[in-house]
């Protein structure tokens, strides 16, 4: 069965599903959300433990029981997990998203990061995009879930990080917690575009992300006086090296999620780049296509693996031979890769056994998730009760985030986001973040409408 008669055919057994009940207080989720910004979890601050209590109070209000909620310190940091119990035996559902934000510094800021402020239809702090906002209506929707009295058949649970924006950690200890789990539902991930015309463009659903690995090349020489060059120099070999991972050019690849993205894509943008996203989707071998795709910083990302030097250190005198030169290669790693596989293409590439190349030990591979229709036909229930008709893209990001660890243990992930902003309004990580008020009623009736869904 075609993708899109999947889509249609479970979306019609959505849309015969009893009307919800109404999802979640406006005042309420934003009044979440603001109490959120107000805690700096910063890295190095240990305030993460006291966002985690925040949340757990929220929900005790609402009726959950102290056993149904766990608080685990981890360093300086925490992850918080909330189970909404289940009726049935089905494996469970798990909400992820992050309670840490990026360091931000006042001075720089027209207000400060840390107080949350509410003006022209904003609401401005740190982390009020990334990801306090989607945090805040979870929260929000399994307190209102719970206090409906509803019962799913599967369990929901909602397991929030306490470093994604670091180290990871605390989401490698969740995702080993809960590999056992249906799937995961993420709400650091996808989510709506608006034109500047204030019109919605799409909905991005993230399925995927590409692995990020740190390879070390590293050359090694007895080094000496420089007045007396010797046939070797390890800077010189280590330029070599660098000239040739530079010009080199990974086999292009596609997945489920590109091959049926690529041409929603297409339509969205247009013009040649659009014709090539197009052509590549149909034909992964069009070198026209693959030319003016890797011609592009947008969307070179999207047909394979890439590889690019991005530090470099050697020598130690002005007047010595280098004993050692070492350069950093970061790569992004089409999903399914092994990271062992690009390591030893890098060394091919290089073809010279002096540069060694070594691999960092905690880079893992994950493989992108299956379009299951389930998932598909619950988002797109979702999109269209607030957008009818609007374009959703299966999409594979660059970067990566708390559901990478659970695919990597076997989880299927989707980025769901509930936010929709414009491109002009993103700040994530940069100055004055914010998001827009008027996206928290659409966010709470999306979470609402999936998690009903797809925990029946």
């Known amino acids: 069965m075609r993708l899109a008669s999947i889509f249609l055919a479970s979306a019609a057994l959505l849309a015969a599903a009893p009307v919800h009940a109404k999802p979640a207080d406006t005042d309420t989720a934003k009044a979440i959300l603001k109490d959120s910004i107000a805690i700096p979890t910063v890295a190095g601050r240990g305030k993460v433990p006291e966002l985690a209590a925040y ?39 798990v909400l992820l998203g992050h309670m840490d934000v990026v360091e931000a510094d006042a001075k720089d800021w027209t207000r400060d990061p840390f107080v949350p402020v ?19 209506m979870m929260v929000a929707t399994l307190a209102q879930l719970k206090k409906d009295g509803f019962k799913p058949k599967r369990s929901i649970i909602l397991a929030l ?62 080094g000496g006086h420089s007045s007396r060059p010797s046939g070797s120099n390890a800077i010189v070999q280590l330029s070599n090296a660098l000239a040739r991972v530079g010009a080199y050019r990974f086999t292009p690849q596609q997945n489920e999620l590109t091959r049926v993205g690529m041409p929603i894509v297409a339509d969205q943008v247009g013009g040649d780049i659009g014709a090539a996203l197009r052509a590549f989707a149909a034909n992964p071998a069009d070198a026209k296509a693959i030319a003016a795709i890797r011609a592009d910083p947008e969307y070179v990302g999207q047909i394979g693996t890439t590889c690019v030097p991005t530090l470099v250190k050697g020598g130690h005198a002005e007047n010595a031979l280098p004993q050692r030169a070492t ?20 060394e091919k590439v290089i073809a010279d056994p002096a540069v060694k190349v070594n691999a960092d030990p905690d880079a893992s591979a994950s ?13 797109q229930k979702a999109v269209h009760a607030r957008f009818p008709g609007l374009p959703i893209i299966p999409s594979m990001s660059a970067g990566a985030t708390d559901s990478y660890h659970f695919r990597a ?34 966010a709470l009736a999306h979470w609402d409408s999936l998690l009903r869904d797809l925990s029946r």
Do not use: W
């Open 55 to 93: 949340y757990a109070g929220v929900l005790k209000a609402a009726g959950f029981a102290d056993s149904d909620i766990v608080i685990t310190p981890l360093g300086e940091t925490a992850t918080l997990a909330v189970t909404l119990a289940g009726t049935g035996k089905g494996k469970p559902i």
């Open 161 to 222: 990080s306490g470093d994604e924006e670091t180290d990871m950690l605390t989401t490698r200890a969740l995702a080993q917690t809960y590999k056992g789990a249906e799937m995961a539902l993420n709400g650091d991930g996808g989510g709506g575009t608006i034109g500047e015309d204030g019109k919605a463009k799409y909905y991005g659903l993230q399925a995927g992300e590409k692995t990020y690995a740190d390879f070390t090349l590293e050359v090694t020489n007895p």
């Open 118 to 136: 509410e003006e022209n239809g904003y609401i401005f702090g740190r982390g009020s995009e990334d990801n306090k906002f989607d945090v805040a």
């Open 409 to 442: 243990v076997g989880v299927p992930s989707y980025g769901v986001a509930g936010l929709f902003s414009k491109a002009s309004d993103s700040f994530a990580h940069g100055l004055n973040e914010r998001a827009p008020v008027d996206a928290i009623p659409g």
């Open 367 to 379: 493989d992108a998730s299956p379009l299951r229709p389930d998932v598909m036909a619950a988002v």
């Open 327 to 346: 350069a950093n290669i970061n790569c992004r790693i089409f999903p399914g890769v092994p990271v062992e596989t690009v390591r030893a293409e890098l």
